[in-house]
């Protein structure tokens, strides 16, 4: 602060007094938390029996925490604040919670726990207790939308909530273990994107308490003044609060939160002015408490407060060692409780008027339950925008490309609820139709020749994956919506992220009070089998797998085979709710398949035999060559036109599958098939070719119950990638169509013998091709141009 006048001025010695003990009584909940089952006002002297069997959670950020909620409190009553707070320690768990039952919104949500002496003894016996809430700030918390328990996601998320909300106050705390991420170090720069004059403001504020569970923290320990030049450099002005005497840090905090908030009104003000609206530089906080902060000093001699040793819980022999239950006792009645809570064990009248009201709470906040204020989205008839399909295979066209000025629509249409995130790949992706009608977001500086750069861009470019899913999740789940496209190849890198998205969605599915929010929807495009000029670092069509892993009740994986199904299968995944859907698409032209109803009858069905390309007669087939994904399609559809020409008489069944969870038996999945339907479409005792965009071992995971799974035979990705021609990638994995007629060919009863000069001539086929791009570093036009031409019927020319 400027001098120390302001710092005086900052608070009353009365308000001083009360915001103090605030923070007692949130200490004191929150080692109550921790330790104790019962005898939670400490009428009788504490005995073993009050003593938690297993003391789990952390006291070594909950201090700090606690102090800087209740000095946001005070901001937001003085100001009349729109505010929420993401908290980024991990473990502060016991803290959050403390503090939303002191303001009533804990015993609003779960009534059992009521703001008495009963209701506190169930807040503490739940804490890390079996069949109650977890140690980090997790889903069950209310103002909560940022799950505690893994590190590096705070900043972008607090960003992600911010964009779009003008009116709101995003505090962020980033404890110093934290800032050591990767993702977290990368979020500084989001305020590159925060537009003062249409979105929120971000509060960081770097808690310093200088140890992780048992080394110091880098930023901890660097020199100040490179730390404060970190800050300037990543576009803050940062203010400096530290010490260890609690009335000396109470007046610097509530002074400097007044400053920091000060600077947030008149940078909002200036870009709300109608004039140029320029990149900031917003307030950031650094907070310097000791670790462990008003907790044991010394246990058996060796000193905690201020140490790693204070990170997770500074007394734990208290139900072995009597001299440690008998500081446990003087640690808890130090915040002098009676003084804190009433004869029935509520907060005293005192603490209960220091909190704001109602849903400028933060742990009310209406924005921190995204659900409640999701609103649909304008979708315009995407059939409007279909390809004209005069006969299959015709035209050529890339799938991402036709959905292009779709998207284009979808953003025009709702200006300030959805946006598209992705690293640098819109363009690239075949999405630029966008640029139509927005721009990039940017409030950095911009040169002559940049292109689609303003602060009121609807596209959010970086080239950090993290970040684009971190702001994407944050914007989701305060009730907006939004597409993350990728390289299908290097969305591997938010495998975690999508973790514990898919973990808050599974448990918030059970938490009455949690609305469902938008999907979280992935576009992957330049995937595996059309990244043959990048080569084999670009080829992983792995993300499929690590989503199936999560819970079926939230994930769903499309694989359209052409644009019209794509467009369908985008409309359908933009209007669910709390799901994470994956949609894997080409971007290169390709052949067209459907015309839009028909895509949109295939959508539903989510797989399906495509008569067209079947010649069974609606008998039973000897063959059935099922497909997924857009390539996997093409071969498939060639080899099926090769059966026709070369073996005419061999009745063969096309299966397309557009919807993956489809194959999974319904017992599994919400989508899948049940066996009976299962068995009619794949048969029970047929061969099944099963051309596959990915993994082939996925194929049989997900079909292994099925009854006819011996006779199922999957080509796929076999992690054979080079730089090479198209054709020739899908030669590497066996995936091409002369493989797939081979393996008809080799598992069909019967055909083997009679078949072996088709079988030969295939062998030769692919050898012919192979040396094609050898030569001529292109594949044969004879393959790249191949196209399926329908059977005339001949009693009908």
């Known amino acids: 602060m400027d001098t120390a006048l302001d710092v005086q001025r900052a608070l009353t010695d009365d308000e001083l007094r009360r915001l103090d003990a605030y923070w007692r009584a949130a200490n004191y909940l929150t080692v109550g938390q921790i330790y104790l089952l019962d005898n939670p006002l ?15 959670g952390h006291w070594g950020t909950s201090p700090g925490l606690n102090l800087i909620y209740a000095h946001l409190n005070r901001v937001i009553v003085a100001r009349d604040l729109n505010a929420m707070l993401v908290t980024g320690p991990g473990h502060g768990g016991p803290a959050i919670v403390a503090n939303t039952w002191l303001e009533g919104t804990w015993s609003e949500r779960y009534h059992d726990v009521a703001r008495d002496e009963a209701g506190m003894s169930r807040l503490f016996r739940q804490f890390s207790f079996p069949g109650g809430i977890p140690s980090h700030v997790a889903a069950d918390v209310p103002g909560s939308i940022h799950e505690g328990g893994e590190l590096g996601y705070a900043l972008s998320h607090a960003y992600g909530a911010a964009f779009d909300h003008p009116d709101l106050v995003v505090a962020c705390v980033v404890g110093d273990g934290e800032a050591e991420t990767g993702p977290l170090a990368g979020s500084w720069l989001s ?25 110091p923290t880098v930023l901890a320990r660097i020199p100040e003044a490179d730390l404060l030049d970190l800050m300037r450099g990543s576009g803050y002005e940062p203010y400096v609060v530290a010490g260890d005497d609690p009335g000396v840090v109470h007046r610097a905090l509530a002074a400097t939160m007044d400053r920091a908030m000060d600077d947030i009104a008149a940078i909002q003000r200036r870009a709300r002015s109608g004039g140029v609206v320029e990149r900031p530089r917003w307030p950031v906080i650094i ?57 029935t064990g509520a907060p005293v009248d005192e603490l209960r008027t220091l909190p704001p009201r109602g849903d400028r709470r933060m742990s ?62 819109v363009a690239s992706n075949r999405l630029g139709a966008a ?52 390289y299908e190849a290097f969305i591997h890198i938010v495998d975690s992220m999508l973790n514990q998205h898919a973990k808050w969605l599974k448990v918030t599915r059970a938490i009455p009070w949690r609305q469902p929010i938008a999907s979280l929807n992935y576009l992957l495009s330049s995937h595996v089998w059309r990244q043959d000029h990048n080569g084999f670092s670009h080829q992983d069509p792995g993300f499929i797998d690590h989503v199936v892993n999560k819970k079926a009740e939230v994930v769903r994986v499309y694989l359209p085979p052409d644009a019209n199904t794509l467009l369908a299968t985008m409309d359908h995944c933009l209007r669910s709710r709390h799901y994470i859907n994956v ?43 099922a497909c997924c994904g857009d390539v996997p399609t093409l071969e498939t559809l060639a080899a099926a036109d090769l059966l026709r020409e070369h073996l005419p008489e061999l009745r063969v069944r096309l299966v397309n599958v557009v919807d993956l969870m489809r194959l999974q038996p319904d017992t599994e999945h919400p989508h899948g098939l049940p066996d009976n339907e299962f068995d009619t479409i794949f048969t029970a005792d047929r061969p099944v070719i099963f051309a596959y965009h990915g993994y082939p071992w996925l194929i049989h995971r997900l079909t292994y119950r ?92």
């Open 42 to 56: 400490l009428r009788e002297p504490l005995t073993l029996g009050d003593i938690k069997p297993r003391l789990l």
């Open 191 to 215: 305020n590159v994107f925060l537009n003062p004059a249409r979105d929120g403001a971000v509060l960081p504020i770097l808690h310093l308490n200088g140890y992780k569970i048992a080394n």
């Open 287 to 343: 907070l310097r408490t000791p670790k462990g902060w008003t907790g044991p000093r010394e246990v058996d001699g060796t000193e905690v407060e201020g140490t790693y040793r204070a990170h997770q819980v500074p007394l734990s022999g208290v139900r072995d060692n009597p001299a440690h239950l008998a500081e446990l006792e003087r640690w808890l009645r130090s915040y002098r409780p009676e003084e804190l809570f009433d004869a």
């Open 364 to 425: 009310a906040n209406p924005v921190t339950n995204g659900g409640m204020v999701l609103r649909d989205l304008a979708l315009p008839d995407f059939r409007d925008y279909g390809v004209d399909v005069p006969e299959p295979g015709q035209p050529m066209a890339g799938a991402t490309g036709v959905l292009g000025p779709w998207i284009r629509d979808v953003i025009a249409a709702n200006p300030q609820t959805f946006r598209l995130f992705g690293p640098d790949e």
């Open 435 to 486: 640029f139509e009608v927005t721009d990039r977001a940017w409030m950095a500086a911009t040169v002559p020749g940049d292109d689609h750069l303003s602060p009121d861009g609807r596209v959010m470019e970086v080239l950090s994956e993290h970040l684009c899913q971190g702001w994407l999740e944050g914007y989701l789940l305060t009730g907006r919506h939004g597409v993350f496209t990728s």
């Open 583 to 625: 949609v894997v698409a080409g971007k290169q032209p390709a052949p067209n398949w459907l015309t839009v109803e028909e895509a949109i009858q295939h959508t539903r069905r989510g797989l399906g035999i495509w008569e067209w390309a079947s010649n069974d007669d609606e008998s039973e087939p000897d063959v059935v060559l």
């Open 706 to 797: 099925r009854s006819n799974h011996d006779n199922l035979h999957v080509r796929g990705y076999k992690e054979e990638g080079t730089t090479t021609t198209p054709f020739d990638m899908v030669m590497l994995n066996d995936l091409d169509r002369f493989h797939l007629v081979i393996d008809v060919i080799d598992r069909v009863p019967g055909l083997g013998a009679r078949a072996a000069h088709l079988r030969q001539r295939m062998v030769d086929a692919r050898q012919a091709a192979r040396d094609y791009t050898r030569r001529y570093g292109e594949d044969d036009p004879q393959v790249a141009e191949w196209r399926w031409v329908r059977e005339t019927d001949p009693t009908n020319p």
